[in-house]
């Protein structure tokens, strides 16, 4: 007989990893729980299975409880949980979080030793914009895990069953680990949403100035995993021609104040990457 999971937030992650779990006979799912009733009856069609609710003292307790509630509401969820008993003796909670690990949850007095409970965090590092394609194609999506023996000993092989990578993680490096992804994935669009800004700025028509953005940027991603990062740069820096910097320096923030400052602020981690290759 397969554990049952509960879930608790019915958003793009909870509804796409419950459907994954159901799909690949990992959980039972259980109920799923969101604050609008017409959000988890739409989450548990897209699922295939489990009780909608919007209230966390209608669950059942079971073996297992997934948190996928935005991260200033994970603690008050476990409080939540503790507060109406709907969580099983010696079992097993998790969250998805990227940047808060599973140690947060021991901040609830009582919520975890009193219960005997083991805890841990795994961080999917995709985008969770459509549902419909995660549950898909999931596989050799990298899955970043940390937390308590017991838990992980339970989720490595659920995530592994979905055809995901595992990589394991430092619960006190876990904010660290997660500014990574905010450099790769959301600084990455403001980045190219600046360069695409400079260059309409300059006088280029806006459907040209993606074009230039999107030929430029795709090759250099695709040089700095091909080549690694020191031999991928390119430009005035790696050249050692600083006059030019400085003068571009100014023009932009000339242009707009808070880019220019952007500009400013890459400046020495770009020389630093330039002095690796000497």
């Not at 509630?69 to 409080?79: F, G, H, L, N, Q």
């Not at 709907?86 to 909670?93: A, C, H, M, P």
């Not at 040089?223 to 050692?240: C, D, E, W, Y």
Request: net charge neutral; glycine share 8%.
């Amino acid at each position: 007989m397969l554990p049952t999971l509960n879930i608790i937030g019915a958003g793009q992650v909870g509804r796409s990893l419950g459907r994954l779990f159901y799909l690949h006979g990992v959980f039972k799912i259980g109920h799923v729980v969101s604050r609008t009733q017409s959000n988890v009856d739409a989450a548990v069609r897209f699922i295939g299975q489990g009780t909608p609710t919007t209230a966390i003292s209608d669950l059942k307790p079971t073996a297992v409880t997934l948190i996928c509630v935005p991260d200033d509401e994970i603690i008050k969820t476990a409080e939540a949980l503790y507060r109406t008993h709907t969580v099983q003796r010696g079992s097993l909670i998790f969250h998805c979080s990227g940047s808060k690990p599973s140690s947060d949850l021991k901040s609830v007095p009582n919520f975890p030793n009193e219960l005997g409970l083991v805890l841990a965090s795994v961080h999917p590092v995709r985008s969770f914009a459509n549902p419909e394609e995660v549950s898909q194609d999931f596989r050799g999506t990298n899955c970043c895990i940390e937390g308590d023996e017991g838990a992980q000993s339970i989720l490595v092989p659920a995530f592994e069953k979905l055809g995901a990578n595992i990589v394991h993680i430092q619960s006190e490096r876990k904010l660290l680990y997660h500014a990574g992804s905010v450099f790769a994935s959301n600084f990455l669009v403001t980045l190219l949403d600046t360069a695409m800004q400079a260059y309409t700025a300059a006088g280029i028509a806006p459907e040209v100035a993606i074009e230039l953005a999107k030929g430029l940027s795709q090759k250099t991603l695709q040089n700095v995993f091909q080549l690694g990062a020191a031999s991928a740069l390119t430009g005035p820096i790696k050249r050692g021609d600083f006059d030019t910097v400085l003068r571009q320096n100014d023009v932009v923030e000339e242009w707009d104040e808070m880019r220019g400052k952007l500009y400013s602020a890459f400046i020495d981690p770009t020389a630093q990457l330039a002095g690796r290759q000497k």
